[in-house]
């Protein structure tokens, strides 16, 4: 935490006080309670932003720009400036993530690593399956990772209902949702339960080769099998459909002349845990914005006018 960040908490003596900073901070927050009319933001008395509570200010400026930020307030209260990493209350804590598998679950174990290096500012806080023999729950179970089971069936009579599992999962207070090789159809009360906030990894460049029967070698031979010069992973969002939600982030791989399905498939996993470990690494750091049109976009963390 930099300079700004230390100074949490600070008591304002007076109306209009004013605190310099010179801080190389990409974005705080003022934060006021009570009866607080106003406060601003300010650089070299300029005010920058403004915030009328209980609503919050935060500034996307990269870099030392704005050494000798301040906050002014136009009354005698408690406010609170934080850095970029502090944005809000909740950006603050660790996001708490459900994967759900039905496989060998290499993609979940990516974003396990990811989540222990602290590359990612989250933790798989609970594994769902519907597959409790599967690679991906034995994971699971070896790293102290609770397992749900989902849907149940007659083979797996401990699974729960998706009403249980939307209650389990805000039990769990998941945040999001990762879908990493879980073949059943997400059901409408988990859609509608978790907005925005569920993703899927498919194996192809969506929106081709997706949808019902798109999975596993059968993507890849499909690819293969159509001409297709290039395929690759795709992170898209989840809505009622298979593969059909808004589309995230996307890699390209070459499709070569005498490929088989198992040698694309391995191109395009090893592309697949880069580039959902860098997704989530967004999510968890409050990095997606959607368009006016209700397509996502990634914020560049070393740029915060890039998005891609
Ligand atoms: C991946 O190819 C993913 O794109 C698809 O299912 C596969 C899961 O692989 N949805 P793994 O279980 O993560 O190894």
């Known amino acids: 935490m930099d300079a700004l960040g230390s100074i949490i908490g600070t008591r304002l003596p007076s109306p209009t006080n004013f605190i310099n900073m010179s801080s190389r901070c990409m974005a705080i927050r ?16 300029h005010i920058l ?6 609503s919050k ?16 307030c136009s009354a005698s209260e ?5 850095t970029n990493d502090d944005t809000s209350q ?8 459900a994967v ?3 496989g060998g679950g290499s993609n979940f174990k990516a ?6 290096q602290g590359l990612v500012h989250g933790d798989i806080t609970v594994l769902v399956t519907d597959k409790p023999g599967c690679g991906g729950a034995e994971y699971a179970r070896d790293n102290q990772i609770p397992v749900v ?16 599992l939307v209650a389990t999962l805000r039990k769990f207070e998941v945040d999001f949702l990762l879908l990493a090789g879980y073949l059943k159809l997400i059901p409408i009360e988990l859609v509608q339960a978790f907005r925005r906030s569920i993703l899927n990894i498919h194996p192809s460049l969506l929106p081709a080769f997706g949808g019902k029967g798109f999975y596993g070698l059968k993507v890849h031979e499909a690819v293969i099998g159509s001409g297709a010069r290039y395929s690759g992973p795709t992170v898209h969002f989840v809505d009622e459909q298979y593969d059909t939600g808004r589309i995230l982030a996307q890699r390209v791989v070459p499709v070569l002349t005498d490929d088989t399905a198992e040698q694309l498939a391995a191109r395009v996993l090893s592309q697949e845990h880069q580039v959902y470990v860098e997704v989530v690494t967004a999510l968890c750091e409050d990095r997606i914005v959607w368009r006016d049109d209700g397509v996502p976009l990634i914020r560049s963390r070393d740029n915060s006018d890039k998005l891609y």
Request: charged letters at 20%; proline letters at 5%.
């Open 100 to 102: 759900f598998v039905s």
């Open 57 to 72: 200010v935060v500034l996307q400026k990269a870099g030392s720009k704005y050494q000798g930020l301040g906050c002014r």
């Open 111 to 116: 974003i396990h690593e990811a989540t222990k």
């Open 30 to 45: 003022l934060a006021s309670q009570d009866n607080l009319s106003h406060c601003s933001v300010t650089y070299r008395r």
């Open 149 to 164: 089971i989902f849907p149940g069936s007659k083979s797996s009579p401990d699974g729960v209902s998706a009403a249980e």
């Open 49 to 54: 932003a403004k915030a009328s509570p209980p």
């Open 90 to 97: 909740k950006s603050t804590q660790r996001k708490r993530l």
């Open 78 to 82: 408690t406010v609170s400036c934080m």
